[in-house]
């Protein structure tokens, strides 16, 4: 596998459901790789990358940002209120915004700081106890509350239960981003980012099946 052969089911994805090339962003996944497979993938002159740590983060984009322009970095990891401020720093996209006090947290920061990255509501569709996300019942509240703090909610997030068919997960995302008139859907990852896409993602976050398997 590899960015390129990634890039080419993406496209034959978009085909296959109708939708125009280039509508499906994909966000590499670099979490635990090796600095020299995420320097393999820049050089190569992709430049959306996700992470799921702050910490790790910022352990290692600074410098990458230094020798490569454009870079964009998206948080699709847990958030802990008190790292939101550097993760305003680090990140253009935060695809984990899971409950009220991180919503609340992230709108003062974006008052203080001016700015704020492109938020996705994460949303736990398959109601697991060990899951962070909003549940399906509450999401349209949850919603109407961001947009009532003037967030920049671009649009939903979901990670399927792991031994669940994925795609009811996504058509359920699908279905409440469509009534609350929200756009993004970040959903799909390595194993199941075509059916993501034919149900509308419009961000597919792949890791493995781009950089191989991460080191633990
Ligand atoms: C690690 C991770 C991914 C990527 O998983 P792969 O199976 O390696 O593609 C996607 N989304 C989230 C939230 C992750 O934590």
Partial sequence: MGLQEIRTRIHKAEDAAGRAPGSVTLVAVSKK????????????????????RVQEAAGKWPDFRERFQGIDLHLIGPLQTNKARQAFELFQAIHSVDRPKLARTIARLAQEEGHCPDLFIQVNTGEEEQKAGILPAEADDFIKDCKGMDLPVKGLMC??????????????????????????????????????????ATHVRVGSAIFGERAY
């Avoid at 497979?37 to 959306?48: F, P, T």
């Avoid at 075509?194 to 509308?200: H, M, T, Y």
């Fill in 33 to 52: 790789q090796p600095n020299d497979r995420v320097e393999a993938i820049l050089e190569q002159g992709h430049r959306c990358f996700g992470e799921n």
């Fill in 159 to 200: 990670i399927p239960p792991v031994d669940e068919e994925a795609s009811l997960h996504f058509a359920l995302l699908a279905k409440i981003a469509n009534r609350n008139g929200l756009e993004g859907l970040s959903m799909g990852m390595s194993g199941d980012f075509e059916k993501a896409i034919a149900l509308g």
